[in-house]
């Protein structure tokens, strides 16, 4: 099993542009999020997702969107990219909110500058 | 709105010291508060804690949840220069896990 799967893993857009981040597990979890993290900082939830067609806005979520078309992918999209957006981002699942004995499982993350 | 504190934010210790990192909390409908370690990368799973008074050990960390007082310790025994690292706390209410800032140790030879 690939687990949690993100791409890009770098990415430099220019003030403006837009972009999208990739996220895909394989582990048939109905819970996917997104969370950024900023240096010194805690990670914060942009978006998350109970299942296919349904979203929900977490703590920051001004200036992205998510669509959860199928039960696998979660892409997180960034339109008119500001230098504010400057963060990790990480795509997280599992199979419900309490998930039990091992938490979220993580994909290795992407590294956004916006110049 | 729910809240974690860790603290120290950052830690210096010499190999062979134990070092304790605090989290406190404030949550709704508390479910149960996860420790994380973070390299360079994504956080990767440690403990959940749902219980009061009950510690979790894996070799030489442990950790243990008050419930009342609301808080958790990690205990890290013995330090090894591989055990530098993000430290991350997050508990569980009624939204997806909340973090805290994380407390950054170094640990020197």
């Known amino acids: 099993n690939a687990g949690v799967t993100q791409t890009p893993k770098f990415r430099i857009l220019k003030i403006g542009q837009s972009m999208t981040l990739q996220c895909a597990q394989d582990m048939n979890h109905n819970y996917m999020y997104w969370y950024r993290q900023d240096p010194g900082m805690g990670l914060k939830l942009i978006y998350y997702?109970?299942?296919?067609?349904?979203?929900d806005k977490g703590e920051v979520p001004n200036g992205y969107n998510v669509s959860r078309s199928t039960t696998e992918d979660f892409p997180l999209r960034l339109e008119l990219a500001a230098p504010s957006q400057t963060s990790v981002y990480f795509c997280?699942?599992?199979?419900?909110?309490?998930?039990?004995?091992?938490?979220?499982?993580f994909g290795s993350g992407t590294r956004l500058t916006v110049v | 709105e729910d809240k974690v504190v860790q603290s120290p934010l950052s830690l210096v210790v010499h190999e062979g010291d134990t070092v304790t990192l605090n989290c406190s909390y404030e949550?709704?409908?508390?479910?149960?508060l996860l420790w994380y370690k973070q390299e360079k990368k994504a956080p990767t799973f440690l403990f959940m804690l749902?219980?009061?008074?009950i510690e979790k050990k894996s070799g030489r960390l442990s950790s243990i949840l008050d419930k009342k007082e609301l808080f958790s310790i990690l205990n890290i025994t013995a330090t090894q220069t591989g055990d530098s690292a993000i430290y991350l706390c997050a508990v569980l209410g009624n939204t997806p896990l909340v973090f805290g800032k994380g407390t950054r140790l170094s640990v020197i030879a």
């Open positions: 949550v709704t409908n508390f479910r149960s």
């Open positions: 997280a699942s599992s199979y419900s909110i309490g998930e039990a004995n091992y938490g979220y499982t």
């Open positions: 997702s109970v299942g296919a067609g349904i979203t």
């Open positions: 749902t219980s009061s008074g």
